[in-house]
Nanobody, 115 residues
Framework: VQLVESGGGLVQPGESLRLSCEASGIIFSFFIMGWYRQVPGNERELVATVTNEGDTNYADSVKGRATISRDNTKKTVSLQMNNLRPDDTAVYYC??????????WGEGIQVTVSS
């Protein structure tokens, strides 16, 4: 199983960023796909998830600024984040989760929001 993230980098406050994750080795439609983030010294936290049916869930901190989407044909999940803030700075992880199974994680990608 591989989850490969892309699209991170350095952006200025107020700018936008789109993260993508391509999955392989799983039956994509079986999994809830999500994005989490982690700052050194803190626990990993939910950013957003999307079910196979398209139901979404967002952390309060990103509601109204983030949109998660998935393409079951391409086995990808994307996170569009707008109006980025310095406190969005973190390593972002792609996650494939399924009931009663351990989730799969990507290696993570750095997002830095700084002027």
């Amino acid at each position: 199983v591989q989850l490969v993230e892309s699209g991170g980098g350095l952006v200025q406050p107020g700018e936008s960023l789109r993260l993508s994750c391509e999955a392989s080795g799983i039956i994509f439609s079986f999994f809830i796909m999500g994005w989490y983030r982690q700052v050194p010294g803190n626990e990993r936290e939910l950013v957003a998830t999307v079910t196979n049916e398209g139901d979404t869930n967002y952390a309060d901190s990103v509601k109204g600024r983030a949109t998660i989407s998935r393409d079951n044909t391409k086995k990808t999940v994307s996170l569009q984040m707008n109006n980025l803030r310095p406190d969005d700075t973190a390593v972002y992880y792609c996650c494939a989760d399924r009931t009663y199974r351990e989730p799969y994680w990507g290696e993570g990608i750095q997002v830095t929001v700084s002027s």
